[in-house]
C-alpha cells in the first residue's frame, strides 16, 4: 500500500528519535535511531499534511525514497528544544485519498 515516492497522500503517522547524544539534531547529521516500532498518528488538528517542495524527485541511494532526503520536513520537534520526531517518508497511492 506505501510507496516510495513523492507524489501520493502523506501517511499520517510519525516516530519517535532517540539521539545518541543530548543536544543532538538528526537535521544535521547526528547519530540517531528512528523508533519504527512505535509509530504515533498526527493529530486531527495537523492534517492535512503538506509535502516539502523538493528540486530532486529521484530515488537516489537511499531505499527510503526521497522524502528520506528532506531532513527539513521530515524532522521536527513539537516545542523549543523538545524530542525529536520523524515523519512518515512512505506516501500512499494517489487512490487512496478518493476511496
Known amino acids: 500500500f506505501s ?14 528519535v532517540e539521539m545518541e547524544e543530548e543536544g543532538g539534531d538528526p537535521r ?13 498518528a498526527v493529530e486531527e488538528s495537523e492534517l492535512p ?7 530532486d524527485f ?5 531505499p527510503e525514497g ?9 524532522y521536527f520537534q513539537k516545542e523549543e528544544g523538545g524530542a525529536w520526531f520523524a515523519r512518515e ?4 497511492p494517489q487512490w487512496a485519498g478518493s476511496c
Not at 510507496?3 to 519517535?16: C, D, N
Not at 529521484?58 to 537511499?62: C, E, H, M
Not at 526521497?66 to 521530515?74: I, K, P, Q, S, V
Open 28 to 40: 544535521e547529521g547526528a547519530k540517531h535511531r528512528i523508533c519504527y516500532e512505535t509509530p504515533m
Open 66 to 74: 526521497c522524502l528520506a532526503r528532506a531532513t527539513e520536513w521530515r
Open 3 to 16: 510507496r516510495q515516492r513523492y507524489w501520493g497522500e502523506p501517511i499520517p503517522i510519525y516516530f519517535p
Open 49 to 55: 499534511i503538506r509535502l516539502p517542495e523538493l528540486d
Open 58 to 62: 529521484s530515488p537516489g541511494d537511499n
Open 89 to 92: 517518508t512512505n506516501t500512499m
